[in-house]
């Protein structure tokens, strides 16, 4: 080939690649690459490119080839291409050697052997390779790759002038494989960039839900202003659109029932009653004849076919409270209708469908249960999957002015009484108080006290001495203080001393970090070294 077609050649590929797109880089390389085998007369032309930035340069993946696999010369070098796509310094330590001083290879085996070991002179052989030239290519000063060219078909000699041509082509190759590369890498940034993005746009709306959370009108009947019930309520609007089954878990009194009904009253099934079961409440011999029904003649007092719970609650929302009373032999028969939505009536062979959302609450510890043999262990995940805690009185007192609020309103229309503000110092007393009755003894604290009050002075009775917080002795200022103290200092030892997180002390007592850190420099409170 005459040195001003090659550069005809070389002009006509450069230019391609000013303005081309990086998708496209490798499909172009792959049609210029059958144009240098022609243009060359060659059998094989290759690519490699370095896979590291490691100095001396030790190895090369063939990125881009051409070569005619229908031809039977070719076909040892094509199966070894296809097997070894990486070349390295271990096998070809002369060539390898002699490419990072910049010096180009080249060998006819015709009457002599390659400079090099036997063993590169074997490989040549053995692969039918009759002439090869490797020119390495650098890229920002050092080898980054190398250009290679071989005949199969006949001995060919490669002038000195086709080197440095060779390796210009090379650089445009590699110049535009490292701009791809680097393009790649910039996209890569770009969507990492556009994620965090993403994931701190999500973190504000979600603070923001927890922010403008307007109790009164999305959830009625619950009330309060704690961080915990923010988190609780923005959980709340997030599965209530779902049909996704949720397990209420949280002391006696805390309001789980109420939390239910908002959950129901949220979701596309709100045209419908929620229908509740108070599993402690059934007797232990009809809890399944409740829940499933009964077909007539069933058992001695059936007179008629009776619809249970399940069957009722079709296409509207079903509450289990306190599903952790249920006996074992029921607790198999709800993991059935929770997994495949079938059940049979008592007496029954008819299989029955059922829709039904399920909603359980209980205030066992169920992995405790579980342990214990008492509540069977699929059930429990099977109802775990979208488990709501919900946080004793004792743990949210900021909620505890909202409530007696709440309460002294509701029950003083109901006895047509008006009252003055509750003062400070009864507030201060009521979250002195661990109440372990929680919301439920609250509201009837304050019940009690709008029945014996006269108009226009609410007096509020202590709590019983056994479950005051705070010492008798003690100013009730002092109490709440102590109280908080304790309270803080505790979170802190449960949590190992982390403050924020899922497992964090302040999360454990529904406060912010900052709020948190406020009083651990309140009260001085200091890691034991």
């Known amino acids: 080939m005459e040195i001003e077609q090659f550069e005809r050649l070389l002009s006509e590929i450069s230019a391609t690649y000013i303005n081309l797109p990086a998708p496209e880089l490798e499909k172009v390389l792959k049609k210029d690459f059958e144009r240098l085998n022609k243009a060359l007369g060659v059998d094989v032309s290759i690519l490699y490119v370095a896979d590291d930035n490691t100095q001396p340069f030790q190895e090369a993946r063939a990125l881009i080839w051409f070569l005619d696999e229908t031809q039977a010369l070719n076909r040892p070098f094509v199966n070894w291409l296809h097997q070894n796509p990486t070349v390295n310094a271990k096998k070809f330590k002369d060539i390898f050697r002699r490419w990072n001083r910049g010096e180009a290879t080249a060998w006819q085996l015709k009457g002599e052997s390659p400079e090099g070991t036997i063993w590169e002179k074997r490989f040549a052989l053995d692969r039918n390779v009759k002439s090869t030239l490797a020119v390495p290519i650098r890229f920002a000063g050092s080898v980054r790759g190398v250009i290679n060219i071989v005949t199969t078909q006949d001995y060919q000699s490669f002038t000195g ?77 997030q599965v209530a659109p779902t049909r996704t089954s949720v397990l209420l878990l949280g002391e006696t009194g805390t309001g789980k029932g109420l939390l239910a009904r908002a959950i129901h009253n949220a979701s596309r099934l709100r045209d419908r009653p929620l229908m509740q079961v108070n599993c402690p409440a059934l007797a232990p011999g009809l809890v399944e004849s409740e829940l499933f029904g009964h077909e007539k003649g069933a058992f001695t007092g059936a007179a008629t076919r009776r619809l249970g719970r399940f069957e009722a609650a079709k296409g509207t929302t079903l509450f289990l409270d306190e599903v952790g009373e249920l006996p074992l032999e029921q607790q198999a028969k709800l993991l059935r209708v929770l ?46 999957i979208f488990p709501i805690v919900v946080p004793p009185l004792r743990m949210r007192l900021e909620d505890v002015p909202v409530f007696v609020a709440y309460f002294v309103d509701k029950y003083a229309k109901w006895a047509g009484k008006k009252f003055d503000k509750v003062p400070v110092k009864t507030i201060e007393a009521l979250q002195a108080y661990s109440w372990p009755g929680n919301i439920r003894e609250l509201r009837n604290t304050i019940e009690r006290a709008v029945i014996t009050s006269p108009v226009g002075r609410l007096r509020i009775e202590q709590p019983a001495a056994g479950y005051a917080i705070h010492n008798e002795s003690s100013s009730i200022k002092e109490a709440v203080v102590k109280f908080r103290h304790e309270q803080v200092l505790c979170a802190l030892q449960k949590s190992n001393w982390v403050i924020e997180g899922p497992k964090g002390a302040a999360r454990s007592l529904g406060m912010s970090g900052s709020n948190f850190r406020y009083y651990v420099r309140k009260f001085n409170i200091r890691r034991p070294v």
């Open 339 to 384: 997994e495949e939505g079938e059940f049979e009536r008592v007496g029954g062979s008819k299989t029955i469908r059922t829709d039904a959302r399920i909603i359980a609450a209980t205030s066992r510890d169920l992995e405790k249960e579980v342990a214990a043999g008492r509540f069977r262990r699929d059930l429990w995940y099977r109802l775990n």
């Open 161 to 237: 002038d086709l080197i440095p041509r060779l390796r210009l082509l090379g650089e445009v190759f590699i110049n535009a494989l490292m701009r791809k590369q680097s393009e790649e890498k910039l996209q890569k940034a770009l969507k990492e960039v556009k994620e965090l993005k993403q994931q701190v746009e999500a973190d504000y709306f979600y603070l923001r839900e927890e922010v403008d959370l307007d109790l009164e009108h999305s959830f009625s009947g619950i009330v309060g202003k704690s961080d915990a019930l923010k988190k609780i309520l923005v959980k709340v609007k």
